[in-house]
């Protein structure tokens, strides 16, 4: 199970840090990724981590203002968000993929991750 937390309501050029907690599965060995989805509009890739985070990928959107992080000890995945912006409002999910079978690989596809959590609002007035 995954469980999205950290969302609020911000400023433009605020930051906020999203959390990812997993529980009842083997998350070191899952490829981890956030999502995002803005009203009216369908669910977009954000970041992804490997297995170890020696490896990651952002969206274009995001690059240079979003940091995506895990901590394989506490089962934790991250998402610092910089210099927010209004057209970054969205529903914010965490996922995971269990079916990767080595380090280094990042995921960029939606319907290659199996589970997935609920997701957390995050609001940016301008």
Not at 31 to 40: D, E, I, K, L, S
Request: charged share 15%.
């Amino acid at each position: 199970q995954l469980q999205a937390s950290g969302g609020g309501l911000v400023q433009a050029g605020g930051s906020l840090r999203l959390s990812c907690a997993a529980s009842g599965g083997t998350f070191s060995t899952c490829v981890m990724g956030w999502f995002r989805q803005a009203p009216g509009k369908g669910r977009e890739f954000v970041a992804s981590i490997s297995w170890s985070g020696d490896a990651t990928h952002y969206a274009d959107f995001v690059k240079g203002r979003f940091t995506i992080s895990r901590d394989n000890a506490k089962n934790m995945l991250y998402l610092q968000m910089n210099n927010l912006k209004p057209e970054d409002t969205a529903v914010y999910y965490c996922a995971a993929d269990q079916g990767v079978w080595r380090d280094s690989v990042v995921v960029v596809t939606e319907n290659e991750y199996d589970c997935w959590g609920r997701g957390t609002q995050v609001t940016v007035s301008s």
